[in-house]
C-alpha cells in the first residue's frame, strides 16, 4: 500500500457521507478505498451506534444500509385513484331545532367544481381563501339562507357510491361551533369512520363549513352563500381526497 492511500484511509472515516461519496466520483482509486465498509460502517456508528454491535445481521453492506437510510425519503407520488366524481353523490342536511334549513343531493362534479364567481360583497378574506390554490370542494347556496351564531345548527354528510350502491358517513349529526373570522367560515367536524381493511388509520377529521357574509354583526346573524368541505391536512390535492374517500366504512 502506498503512503498516498495509507493518507486516504486516515482522512476518510472523518468525513460525512455526501463527502464521502463525492470522494468516490474522484477517480478510480479514490472510488476502490472509498468503497470500503469499513469507512461506511463508520459513518453508521455515528447514525445509529447499535447496528455496529450486531455485525452482519443487516443481509447486505454498512454502505448500502447508509444509503437507504441515512436522509428522509421524499413522498412518493400516489397512483391514480380508484374513485372518481363521477361516482359520487354527496347527501347535505342541516336543520336548526325546529326546522330543516338545508337539505340537497349534491353530484360529486358539482362540488369538485367549487365555486367559480362568489358573490359581489364577501369579504377579502374568504375571497382569498377562495382563491388560493389549494384544494377545495365547494358549492354556491341557492336560495341563500340565514342563521345566528346563537342557534344549534346540526348538519349531517353522507357521500354514496354509483358504482357499487354503497354509502358512507363523513359527518353524523355535528353541530357548528367554530368560526374563523379572517375567512368567513362557520364550521362543524366529525372524525371520519374508515373500513377495517385500514386499521391503522384514525383521528382524521372531515370539516364543513358555512361560507357566509355578516347579515347583521350585532344580532350574530350571518347570510351563507357557500358550503365548502375539506379533510384539512389529511388530504389537499384532489388525487388525496379521492384516496381518502375510498378508504370509508362503506356499507
Sequence with gaps: M???????????????????????????????????????KCLCARRWPSTCKRPN????????????????HQRQALPPPRLCFEDLEFF???????????????????????????????????????????YKMTIPVEPRFTVAFS??????????RKDSEKVACIINNSSFGYTDRTSNRFMAYEYLDFSPL???????RAWISLLFMDKDQNEGVIDVFGIE????????????????????DWK
Design 92 to 134: 347535505i342536511d342541516m336543520w336548526t331545532e325546529d326546522k330543516l334549513i338545508f337539505s340537497e343531493v349534491v353530484p360529486g362534479p358539482i362540488l369538485d367544481a367549487g365555486i367559480k364567481n362568489p358573490p359581489s360583497g364577501v369579504s377579502e378574506g374568504i375571497r382569498l381563501h377562495l382563491e388560493c390554490p389549494q
Design 198 to 204: 385500514y386499521p391503522f388509520i384514525s383521528n382524521t
Design 57 to 72: 445481521s443487516f443481509g447486505g453492506t454498512y454502505y448500502k444500509l447508509y444509503q437507504t437510510f441515512h436522509k428522509r
Design 151 to 160: 342557534q344549534n345548527l346540526i348538519v349531517s354528510v353522507l357521500v354514496r
Design 2 to 40: 502506498s503512503s498516498y492511500d495509507e493518507v486516504l484511509k486516515a482522512v476518510f472515516p472523518f468525513l460525512d457521507g455526501t463527502d464521502l461519496a463525492s470522494c468516490m466520483a474522484v477517480c478510480k482509486q479514490w472510488r476502490e478505498i472509498a468503497k470500503e465498509d469499513y469507512f461506511w
Design 229 to 248: 368541505v375539506d379533510f384539512c391536512d389529511a388530504a389537499n390535492s384532489k388525487e388525496e381526497v379521492l384516496w381518502l374517500l375510498d378508504m370509508l
